[in-house]
């Protein structure tokens, strides 16, 4: 960057400089002016008809708060190549006054809002330096709002880094002492997204911004947009050199400025507004190319899926996707014909499915079903897993970015392996609700704003609403990591006690308010879920639903370095396989602590991670190649309230995004470590322990047909309205494709049997799929090699009961293996033989009124 010469003459107060920053004669002069107790900014461009009454009025109200003496106030007017008398009037109004200064931009054209500030910025000597602009839209006396906060942290010490100084200590849970104190006008989805305040805007909170005075010059030295986004790089300039709390947000009164007569308005804002969003892209740029790489990484694990939408299916799901995808499509039946969104009697007939008790993840589906409706319900599948994937990533990685290290490139691998590490992989298998993890990070964020104690109401609030949205994402993923945070805090208090101390309070009355606002909207979704209709009390999952040993450090089937065969046997099949993080990088993460141990937050990292492996492995620990097994510490969690429905494997997936911090920690440190051959030792370390658990795209196999009896809609004149199909064999957790058909068919029929999490028996305990009934399991048995049984009249007895249980209307074979020895059972169970339809056998059979007695229907 070049700066312009400016050349002030101190007897009229005015200057002229061409470039965008500030010259080395206009430094000199600030230094031997000697320090002012507060500099006003005030950037001007075609501001003749106004910039002589704000100078005047500035004046004035400066004089009458501050003082007449020529130490307690400086003005500083940045002329940005005007080319009206904007200098004139800006040149008369200050009359001589040695404490107002001119300072013009000259060049071809207006440099930009940003190249003024700069400037003028630069320029300044006070202590503290005050942005306004020319119109005045904010009241002078909306200072008195700002002031008292910048002052009280002038009086709060700043706590020296635990760490040296190249990597500050962004990871306490002392608030910062704010560097400057912005006054908030604007809307709050503009300034997320980083849009400057320009015409057709409403002005962004640095049009009216105070800021300490070394701060203010040393951020806006080190700024590099020209254009008015300069607000927003300044911002998160300081962010990141003084943490999340450097800069404070209040609000204050907006008044409307009048129209310019320069430049007309709709040509003015259209050259800004295309300048700003130039900004804005560059100003996003490292941010838009990290999402972007993660957005490339997430489509390279599924590509094998979106290669053939219709033909293909995820070979590891089981049938995982078929019911996801059952999901989808239920939850836009539901909506679009107003039905209830938390039940559905589409499956599982007569008793119905108790959809909030699933993980239907309504928050994604219901919002989804605009592409549902136009794609179809595999490509809001494939959607959910390519996006989800990816944006879970990115919050991760702002998350580490905002909290625990600048370094760019540091978060945005810790970011990746927290969303495409060896667990969430085998997840993308088809559980999209471990997968879509983008809320965690930010409800983790907005818990550690609760400890900062800034502003603990409005903070509570959002976690309230955050939390609330997460219940309808992903109930146990919120649950695991409520549990990690649980941990997190209290190995803080363990370690750093008085700074725990300090943060309970804020974060416990934070906690009360969030959960004031988190109940109210989910007492009704909650009560469905464990009180409504097909609700159950707790899930059975088998005794080996905790992680081996040896799982911890094997490689999981879909990393680069892993083995199908020794997976499979460490876990419970191929969406479960919850840790397998290679003892590589197990062995990384328990370097970075101990290199990194007089952090405190490393060592609460430690502590969780640690602990969340402990208890990944279950009530009981099978000691590896021996027959010894050990009590384990989820024996302690096991029996109690919604933890008992949880599959404690997955606390595994705790240690995710706690060794991705690590792991961006420890680049960052590295990146700063002198000498070229230990950095290249340490990076060389890095990739030892990440390639071997670099994911591979997940396998696909071709997808069953359905029958040409549903897609041709056939199946109409079997099954009428308030009856069920009856697919044999009937759908449950191990063959579901019927769920598929149903799809295919727009839930035009009710289906007995499914894949869904219900209840059974008298103590309504949780099991997959519907209570099985003598016929489905007799027709499972045979399917899969069992010799039909003699048909007694007790077996055709038991069928028409099952068959009238679940309001058949017809039983429909499809030709598959065993068709014969299923078809001839069948027939002997209904005395009746079946009519070939297309693809199909059916057996018409019925339990409505107008049906012969028996339930079963002779042919026609």
Same mark, same amino acid.
């Not at 009746?832 to 693809?839: A, C, H, L, T």
């Given at each position: ?97 040695? &404490? ?90 503009? #300034? ?89 892209? &560059? ?215 008085? &700074?725990?101390?300090?943060?309970? #309070? ?41 992680? $081996? ?95 008992? $429905? ?133 027709? &499972? ?36 293996? #065993? ?42």
């Amino acid at each position: 960057m070049t700066g312009p010469s400016v050349n002030q003459n101190p007897g009229t107060g005015t200057g002229t400089g061409t470039g965008t920053g500030v010259g080395v004669a206009a430094a000199a002069q600030r230094a031997a002016a000697g320090p002012v107790g507060l500099s006003v900014v005030i950037p001007a461009r075609t501001d003749g008809h106004r910039i002589g009454a704000a100078v005047t009025a500035v004046r004035e109200y400066l004089d009458a708060r501050s003082g007449s003496d020529p130490g307690d106030w400086e003005l500083v007017v940045v002329d940005d190549g005007s080319a009206d008398d904007t200098a004139a009037a800006a040149r008369a109004a200050a009359d001589g006054d040695p &404490r107002i200064r001119l300072l013009r931009l000259e060049g071809p054209g207006p440099r930009g809002r940003g190249a003024a500030l700069r400037t003028g910025v630069a320029a300044t000597t006070g202590r503290r330096v005050l942005l306004t602009d020319a119109g005045l839209g904010t009241p002078l006396d909306e200072l008195g709002r700002l002031e008292p906060l910048l002052a009280a942290a002038a009086l709060e010490p700043v706590a020296a880094p635990e760490s040296d100084a190249a990597a500050p200590e962004s990871d306490s849970l002392a608030a910062e002492a704010p560097a400057a104190v912005l006054g908030r006008t604007g809307s709050r989805l503009v #300034r997320a997204l980083g849009v400057p305040g320009i015409p057709g805007f409403r002005p962004d909170t640095c049009g009216f911004a105070l800021f300490d005075g070394d701060r203010a010059r040393a951020v806006f030295a080190a700024s590099t947009l020209d254009g008015p986004a300069v607000d927003a790089e300044v911002t998160r300039l300081l962010r990141r050199r003084a943490g999340a709390g450097a800069v404070v947000e209040v609000p204050v009164r907006r008044r409307r400025a009048p129209r310019g007569d320069g430049q007309p308005r709709a040509r003015r804002s259209a050259a800004d507004l295309s300048r700003a969003f130039g900004d804005l892209l &560059r100003l996003n740029a490292g941010g838009l190319t990290v999402a972007a790489v993660f957005l490339a990484l997430s489509f390279y694990v599924f590509h094998g899926l979106w290669a053939d939408l219709d033909g293909r299916y995820l070979k590891d799901a089981l049938q995982d996707q078929n019911q996801w995808e059952w999901f989808v499509g239920v939850a836009t039946d539901n909506i679009t014909h107003l039905r209830n969104p938390l039940f559905t009697t589409a499956q599982g007939m007569p008793d119905g499915v108790n959809l909030m008790a699933n993980a239907t993840m309504l928050g994604l589906t219901v919002p989804l079903i605009p592409v549902t409706l136009l794609f179809g319900e595999t490509v809001t599948f494939a959607l959910v897993l390519t996006l989800g994937m990816a944006a879970s990533a990115w919050t991760w990685y702002w998350l580490i970015r905002r909290r625990f290290t600048p370094n760019r490139w540091a978060a945005a691998v810790g970011g990746a392996l927290a969303a495409f590490a060896p667990p969430m992989v085998s997840h993308a298998n088809g559980h999209p609700n471990f997968v879509v993890l983008f809320m965690l990070p930010l409800i983790v964020d907005r818990a550690l704003r609760l400890v900062e104690g800034r502003n603990v109401v409005r903070d509570g609030v959002l976690l309230g609403l955050f939390a609330a949205y997460q219940i309808f994402v992903g109930e146990e993923p919120l649950l695991i990591a409520a549990l990690g945070m649980l941990v997190f805090c209290l190995a803080y208090l363990a370690v750093d006690r008085r &700074r725990a101390l300090t943060a309970a #309070r804020p974060l416990l009355r934070g906690l009360g308010i969030a959960l004031a606002v988190c109940l109210p909207l989910l007492a009704f979704p909650l009560y469905w879920q464990f009180l409504g209709p097909q609700s159950y009390h707790s899930v059975l999952h088998g005794d080996n639903a905790g992680n $081996s040993p040896l799982a911890l450090i094997e490689y999981a089937a879909r990393s680069l370095f892993g083995d199908a065969e020794t997976a499979g046997r460490l876990s419970m099949n191929t969406t479960e396989q919850n840790a397998f993080y290679g003892w590589p990088l197990l062995a990384l993460g328990t370097a970075v602590c101990v290199w990194m141990w007089r952090r405190p937050a490393v060592r609460a990292l430690a502590i969780t991670g640690a602990v969340a492996l402990l208890l990944s492995l279950g009530p009981r620990v099978p000691v590896p190649r021996t027959d010894l097994v050990l009590p384990g510490p989820w024996a302690l969690l096991a029996k109690m309230p919604l933890f008992e $429905s949880v599959i404690e494997g997955r606390v595994a997936m705790v240690c995710a995004p706690v060794l991705g911090i690590l792991l961006a920690l420890a680049l960052d440190r590295i990146a700063q470590v002198p000498g070229r051959e230990l950095r290249a030792a340490g990076l060389l370390a890095v990739a030892a322990a990440l390639i071997p658990v670099l994911p591979l795209p997940l396998a696909v196999r071709d997808r069953a047909p359905v029958p040409a009896f549903v897609t041709s809609g056939a199946w109409k004149s079997y099954v009428h309205p308030g009856e069920a199909l009856v697919p044999v064999p009937l759908p449950d957790p191990g063959q579901a494709d019927a769920l598929h058909w149903q799809v295919e068919a727009d839930f035009g029929f009710r289906l007995a049997g499914g894949y869904f999490n219900g209840p059974w028996g008298p103590e309504r305990t949780g099991i997959y799929g519907a209570p099985p009934r003598h016929l489905s399991n007799l027709l &499972r048995d045979v399917r899969y090699g069992a010799a039909p049984p003699e048909v007694t009249p007790q077996w055709r007895e038991q069928a028409r009961q099952d068959l009238e249980h679940w309001k058949a209307g017809a039983l429909v074979l499809p030709f598959q293996d #065993r068709s014969d020895e299923l078809k001839g059972l069948i027939s002997e169970l209904l005395e009746q033989q079946p009519e070939q339809v297309q693809d199909v056998w059916v057996w018409r059979v019925g339990t409505r009124p107008d049906s012969v007695p028996g339930g079963v229907r002779p042919q026609p």
